[in-house]
């Protein structure tokens, strides 16, 4: 089988409650022909130190940022670097399992070059340690219209679960920089469906952690910025356009199951209200949350 190597890229700022697991998780993966490329961007904590341990693989490689960049400069400051046919992410605080990137990459010995993007299903774990669920990733759409419409109505990308051709950059562009709210890999899945099939293991091999120090913690603002990047898809495909109520009532509706969820009990409501207000299809949202609980 073919080996081709993957370059790994991961962003780091003050992560050095979490970098010993996560870049552990790196080196127990089963498919040994990687990279991890660790971009320290300007930590002012141990992270740097932490990272000095690893260093010993000389598969792994650190490069620092001489000041604060955020992270999707980061990212593709590692994409600068990377030496690697294919791409991966993964984020300081979250981890993989040991045959993550070896079932990935056995799909894409066995598939042709329209497909650009493999993707995996994810375990979610709260470290309060009071809830504990897995994520049910979305399949893909059959063809490449079918699979952006789908993601264009929700993002059903974790970016710790996706594997992607490095050609694909070249043909759709670099993480947006100028996305300051955490959407970047968002941005760039929508452009790289534009091109390119994707494909799903529908196994768990990641796990993320959420904690109160995760960027993503503030999902009020992703949840607008999401509606933004989708506007930039409506733009270049019109055809969309009618679709736009459906997918402002499902981030508003998911967000709002989301935040009662922590005991926000006002604020989850008047956005699941929001959602059903914006189109029908929150109703079956709703109805399928019903179903799940009882």
């Given at each position: 089988m073919n080996k081709s190597l993957v370059s790994i890229l991961m962003p780091v700022y003050n992560g050095s409650l979490f970098l010993d697991r996560s870049i552990g998780s790196v080196l127990k993966q089963?498919?040994?022909?990687?990279?991890?490329i660790i971009i320290d961007d300007a930590s002012t904590d141990s992270s740097v130190q932490v990272i000095h341990k690893f260093?010993?693989?000389d598969r792994i490689v650190l490069?620092?940022?001489a000041k604060n960049l955020g992270i999707s400069s980061s990212r593709n400051k590692g994409l600068d670097y990377s030496k690697g046919e294919f791409i991966a992410i993964l984020d300081q605080d979250d981890e993989w399992l040991?045959?993550?990137?070896?079932k990935q990459m056995a799909l894409f010995?066995?598939?042709?070059?329209t497909v650009g993007l493999v993707y995996c299903n994810t375990k979610v774990e709260v470290t309060n340690g009071k809830s504990q669920a897995f994520k049910k990733d979305i399949a893909p759409g059959d063809t490449i219209e079918?699979?952006?419409k789908k993601l264009f109505l929700t993002n059903f990308l974790s970016s710790l679960t996706v594997v992607f051709r490095k050609e694909c950059i070249d043909k759709v562009g670099n993480f947006n920089e100028d996305i300051k709210w955490g959407g970047d890999d968002y941005d760039l899945w929508l452009r790289i469906a534009t091109q390119y099939k994707f494909v799903f293991v529908d196994e768990v091999l990641c796990i993320r952690h959420e904690h109160g120090k995760n960027f993503s913690h503030s999902k009020k603002k992703m949840m607008y910025g999401s509606l933004e990047v989708g506007k930039e898809i409506v733009e270049k495909h019109p055809e969309f356009g009618a679709l736009q109520n459906q997918r402002a009532a499902l981030h508003y509706y998911r967000y709002g199951i989301e935040?009662?969820?922590?005991?926000?009990?006002?604020?989850g409501i008047k956005f699941v209200i929001k959602a059903l207000f914006t189109s029908p299809i929150a109703f079956q949202e709703l109805g399928k949350t019903i179903l799940n609980r009882f």
């Open positions: 089963s498919y040994s022909n990687w990279e991890l260093l010993d693989d490069k620092k940022n040991p045959q993550k990137l070896e010995n066995k598939i042709d070059s079918e699979n952006l935040t009662l969820k922590t005991g926000q009990i006002t604020e």
